[in-house]
């Protein structure tokens, strides 16, 4: 078990990449905090985790707000101990792909609050505990909307913007004590139109949608995660 005895915090765990995250890491031997906006949320994958022989906890909270994320370190530390591995994987693209100039703001505040002020706040709860305690991971979830115009202009802005945060973070004297990993993930480009590419192109996409909805790519981006927890610098994941 490559997590063995490891504490693992991860947000956005009520399904997709955050759910078959959770499960991976618990069967690799950590013990989760699943982080949901609810517990309800996120109780089936606890549920899951201890049905194995694992241990997790549920914790709901809101991640754009500091006092949550300071509950979510305090509650982590007190059930299962000082968190090894954060993994900042809530996500939210309220934005219905629409036109730069027909964003609604509040539509548009909530997605810059959830990708990256979200991971910002829980880094500033859990890392100091990290380097109290001798080290740590921390990984974000950014997208290839990073890099090319492939969602909405909250979401790309935003995400492209976690990557620097996360560059930063790298390269603080505090974070010197910690690796920090960046993971690209290729979920972000499901879904785009696909009328303009050659029929080839377009079934093998439809190929790689079928693969991620059979969790088969979730697990393996769950799975470069416990790879490579410890071994800081950055991870591009693409299709």
Avoid at 34 to 56: N, P, Y
Wanted: aromatic share 6%.
């Amino acid at each position: 078990m490559r997590l063995k005895d490891k504490v693992a915090i991860i947000t956005g765990t009520a399904g997709g990449m955050g759910e078959a995250s959770a499960l991976l890491f618990a069967a690799e031997g950590a013990k989760v905090a699943c982080v949901d906006l609810t517990e309800e949320r996120t109780a089936h994958v606890v549920e899951k985790i201890r049905a194995a022989g694992g241990e997790a906890i549920a914790i709901g909270a809101d991640v754009t707000r500091f006092a949550d994320a300071e509950r979510i370190a305090a509650r982590t530390i007190a059930e299962l101990g000082v968190p090894n591995i954060l993994f900042n994987n809530a996500g939210a693209d309220t934005e219905n792909k629409q036109s730069i100039l027909n964003i609604d703001e509040a539509a548009f505040d909530r997605v810059v609050e959830v990708n990256l002020k979200g991971p910002w706040l829980m880094i500033k709860a859990v890392a100091p505990h990290m380097i109290e305690n001798g080290g740590g991971s921390i990984i974000n979830t950014t997208s290839i909307s990073s890099y090319i115009a492939a969602s909405s202009a909250g979401y790309s802005a935003s995400k492209a913007g976690l990557a620097a945060l996360t560059r930063i973070a790298a390269v603080l004297p505090e974070g010197g004590v910690f690796g920090v990993l960046l993971a690209y993930s290729v979920l972000a480009v499901l879904g785009l139109g696909l009328g303009a590419w050659s029929d080839d192109a377009r079934e093998r996409f439809s190929l790689l949608r079928a693969s991620c909805e059979r969790m088969d790519l979730l697990m393996e981006h769950g799975a470069l995660g416990v790879w490579d927890w410890e071994e800081g610098g950055s991870i591009r994941l693409e299709g």
